[in-house]
């Protein structure tokens, strides 16, 4: 094995997990056309069949997030068992009330109680799939916010959301916790009602201590400094999820690592520093992308390499002979060595690191020489949508 790491950096390495996003698997594209590609998972069963395909050839993803309810199914245990027989696991639930038409003006935050009554319990009966699928985590993510000020009163808003979240809170088992995400902007164009991270950690601190904040890296206004919120969130102890994926204008959901890897690498190099990292962290790496033009499963494979790959780069950090250029505070030399390691081309090194391990060296080409792309192409017909619109 390549001298370059540590053990304790190849421990680090073996313990890294990435969750693939089910929606990944499915159609996807803007408001301007879905492009349908053939082979695309016609059923939650299939979508997890694919992330195991990502998990074979990396060894980086062995959890699937679901979305609830694009992967609704009859039998949450026998989907699990599934999953299981793969070598997967089932992970984060995501609720969704963002697609209905009673939500046109708000779901937690809705001025009607009914209609707050309607998302609570629809967060009940992702709490209650939780249970069957032995997921950790539920996330929320809401579209909610205004278009127009004075549109609505943001303040009472902000009150019905915290009381909303309250009970959702409440219905958790001891084992579950609740990932809060925010988003400056989209759908609602004004106001939104869990714009930043800010707010995020307002409403997770009253919750309690299984409330944290889900980061989604495309979540955030352009120049924004996401290691800094990073840095801070781990500091309070309240960083739970990512969601990774990369912009380069608004919510792109584009392949992790593609836009800015260079932030990828600040990212990690806070996650490590501030404990965030490893199964026990605490802290759940998910990818939130899409594929619109690119195959899916392959675009996949390359996030979490790319995830891997800065991760490697920010363990070869040296945080000794950084800390004393920072204590001496040389300003060149500190930066000179944190630009060291960022540099560093660590691909030969994980490609051995893989095949010590049994796993293909390079997974994008084994997957091309695979035949899996090929055989889904024939058996499946009729692929599904993401959900968006589904
Ligand atoms: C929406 O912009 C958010 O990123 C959500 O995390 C996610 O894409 C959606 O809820 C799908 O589950
Ligand atoms: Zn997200
Ligand atoms: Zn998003």
């Known amino acids: ?17 990435i969750e693939l996003p089910s929606w990944a698997f499915g159609n996807s594209g803007t408001r301007f056309r879905v492009f349908p590609q053939a082979g695309v998972p016609r059923d939650p069963f299939e979508k997890v069949a694919d992330a195991a395909k990502v ?9 699937v997030a ?35 038409d009673a939500y046109k003006l708000g779901s937690l935050t809705h001025s009607d109680r009914r209609i707050r009554q309607q998302a609570i319990d629809h967060h009940f009966q992702c709490i209650d799939v939780m249970g069957q699928t032995g997921s950790r985590d539920l996330k929320i993510w809401l579209a909610d916010g205004t278009n127009y000020p004075g ?31 925010y988003k400056f902007f989209e759908p609602a164009f004004y106001h939104t009602d869990v714009p930043d991270w800010g707010t995020a950690y307002a409403h997770v601190e009253a919750l309690g201590e299984r409330a944290l904040v889900c980061l ?3 979540h955030h206004a352009p120049g924004t400094n996401i290691e800094f919120i990073v840095a801070q969130l781990l500091r309070l102890g309240k960083l739970g999820a990512f969601d990774f994926n990369s912009r380069f204008y608004a919510d792109d959901d584009l392949i992790v690592g593609a836009a800015d890897p ?8 806070e996650v490590i520093r501030g404990g965030g990292f490893g199964s026990t962290s605490g802290v759940s790496f998910m990818l939130d992308q ?13 996030s979490v390499l790319n995830v891997q790959e800065m991760t490697a780069r920010a363990l070869l950090l040296d945080r000794a002979a950084l800390g004393s250029a920072q204590d001496a505070g040389d300003v060149l030399a500190a930066n000179d060595v944190l630009m060291d390691a960022f540099y560093t081309d660590v691909r030969p090194a994980l490609a051995e690191w893989r095949a010590s391990r049994g796993l293909p060296a390079n997974p994008m080409a084994a997957y091309a020489a695979d035949g899996y792309q090929e055989r889904i192409e024939l058996e499946r017909v009729g692929g599904a949508q993401a959900g968006w619109g589904a």
């Open 290 to 302: 899409c594929h619109n033009i690119e195959k899916k499963i392959p675009g996949q494979i390359r």
């Open 216 to 218: 989604d890296t495309g």
């Open 55 to 63: 998990h074979e050839l990396t060894g980086l993803a062995p959890i």
């Open 1 to 17: 094995m390549s001298s370059m790491f540590t053990s304790q950096d190849l421990d680090a390495l073996a313990d890294q997990s």
């Open 262 to 269: 260079f932030q990828l690498f600040r990212i990690l190099v």
């Open 66 to 100: 679901l979305h609830i309810p694009w992967d609704l199914v009859e039998d949450f245990a026998a989907l699990r068992r599934y999953a299981e027989d793969l070598g997967m696991t089932l992970g984060t639930i995501n609720s969704n009330t963002f697609q209905d």
């Open 151 to 181: 549109q609505d009163d943001i303040r009472g808003r902000q009150d019905r959301l915290a009381d909303s979240l309250a009970k959702i809170y409440q219905r958790l088992g001891e084992d579950q916790r609740l990932v809060l995400e």
